[in-house]
């Protein structure tokens, strides 16, 4: 078992990559109460274009198929794993993002049990063409669901607008269609293609003892054994920098209209440190340009451009990547000018350090509240090890931002080509 510890927030973590390729981190908490458990596979609703295990020809399937298999992992011959979990005191969750699907366990008691319970159920899949139709049923009304929710449907028609290809575009759900040609035999091809233990990581964090809880998870994984060697060979398309289209219009429901204005990352930026560093210097532009105390958002915020609703953010990985800010407003084309003209200036003029440094103070501290959270660290810690990076590096990266850095990232990101708007009317 191996030790990193991480001076600046005074915290250890434990490691050990265990035979199989499952690689187990623990945190430990002494002051915490509650343990918090993360289980999860690098494979998320992108992953659907891909070679199978034993095929070399690669097959795309339905958009959705992640998804749809995380919810089919919770049935089981053994019974209703639900029940199980809440007998021994814990509560059991999971979701499904565009790169990854976890399964967390949260309990303060009967810590091994529970994560030996999750291991379990995981790595004993159990699918037949009965509960696949019931399954059918269930997410067709979440997807119906949520095309009423306005954020929801907003946020894949600006993904739209961006991406022409690339599957970043589709939502996570997948759609009626998609979701009614998957097949037991699909889900058991992408189960032993990406549950495979060399493509997943197990989280721990809580009051626990480290070396115990390793042995008992080695112990539990020595029992098994896996299909295929975990090697993951997705295929993405090629999407240049350009956007899809420049705008566009959507119609719905909403007394005031709203804005989304989208940049797109450049595929330059891949993985590892760079990728890290360029996710951090958004989010420092971000706050720079269009924060609070900006004079972008005083000057909307005071014209009765925007209200309180007026919000940014970034998501970056690995094969894609975007920004986009967002807000109500009964004049959007006037947000639209303000934010491109904010964009024009900072290109302009010189980054005044003074500035770059209170924002970036604030980023830090921003990110250690967030790790008063064991959820958070958990989820991100993940994240980020799947994209070449380490979570607790973020303080001193942050540290080392330079105003010429921020500048490179400016011109990089916030190009003409690579925006796009929207106005929901």
């Not at 510890?5 to 990559?17: D, L, M, S």
């Not at 623990?26 to 596979?41: D, N, W």
């Not at 095929?55 to 992992?73: D, R, S, T, V, Y």
């Not at 607008?161 to 889900?187: C, F």
Request: some cysteine; overall charge negative; charged content about 25%.
């Amino acid at each position: 078992m191996k030790s990193i510890h991480y001076k600046k927030i005074g915290e250890t973590i434990y490691y050990e990559e265990l035979s199989n390729g499952l690689e187990v981190f623990i945190l430990p908490k002494k002051g915490f109460y509650k343990t918090v458990t993360t289980f999860t596979t690098n494979y998320g609703s992108v992953d659907n274009f891909f070679s199978p295990l034993g095929k070399g020809i690669p097959i795309e399937f339905p958009a959705g198929i992640a998804h749809f298999l995380e919810h089919q992992m919770f049935e089981s011959e053994k019974g209703d794993v639900f029940s199980t979990f809440a007998r021994q005191g814990a509560f059991v969750n999971a979701y499904t993002n565009f790169t990854r699907t976890a399964y967390t366990v949260s309990a303060t008691s009967n810590i091994k049990e529970n994560i030996t319970t999750l291991l379990d159920f995981v790595q004993d899949a159990y699918f037949t063409d009965e509960t696949v139709k019931k399954e059918k049923g269930i997410i067709e009304q979440e997807i119906k669901m949520y095309e009423d929710n306005l954020e929801w449907r907003a946020r894949f028609e600006i993904l739209k607008n961006m991406y022409k290809y690339h599957p970043v575009r589709n939502d996570i759900a997948g759609t009626v269609k998609s979701i009614n040609q998957i097949t037991k035999e699909d889900l058991y091809t992408c189960y032993h293609t990406f549950y495979h233990p060399k493509n997943m990581l197990l989280f721990v964090i809580g009051p626990v003892d480290p070396k115990d809880l390793i042995d008992s998870i080695g112990k539990n994984q020595e029992q098994k054994t896996f299909q295929g060697n975990g090697e993951k060979k997705c295929i993405f398309p090629d999407e240049d920098k350009k956007v899809y289209k420049k705008s566009g219009v959507m119609e719905f429901p909403v007394q005031i209209p709203k804005v989304f204005i989208g940049y797109k990352k450049p595929n330059s930026i891949t993985q590892g440190q760079e990728l890290l560093k360029y996710e951090l210097a958004l989010k420092v532009l971000l706050e720079l340009m269009f924060g609070d105390s900006s004079e972008a958002n005083e000057k909307m915020y005071n014209s009765g451009h925007i209200d309180e609703s007026f919000t940014f953010e970034c998501t970056i990985e690995g094969n894609f990547g975007y920004s986009i800010i967002s807000g109500e407003s009964k004049e959007p084309q006037e947000v639209i000018n303000t934010v491109y003209e904010t964009v024009s200036r900072f290109k302009r003029d010189p980054i005044k350090r003074d500035n770059a440094q209170r924002v970036v103070n604030k980023e830090i501290g921003c990110f250690l509240r967030s790790i008063n959270s064991p959820q958070f660290i958990a989820n991100q810690f993940t994240r980020y090890h799947f994209n070449g990076t380490n979570l607790f590096d973020v303080i001193q990266i942050l540290e080392k931002l330079t105003e010429k850095d921020l500048e490179e990232v400016l011109h990089l990101h916030f190009s003409d080509e690579s925006s796009s708007t929207l106005i929901i009317k």
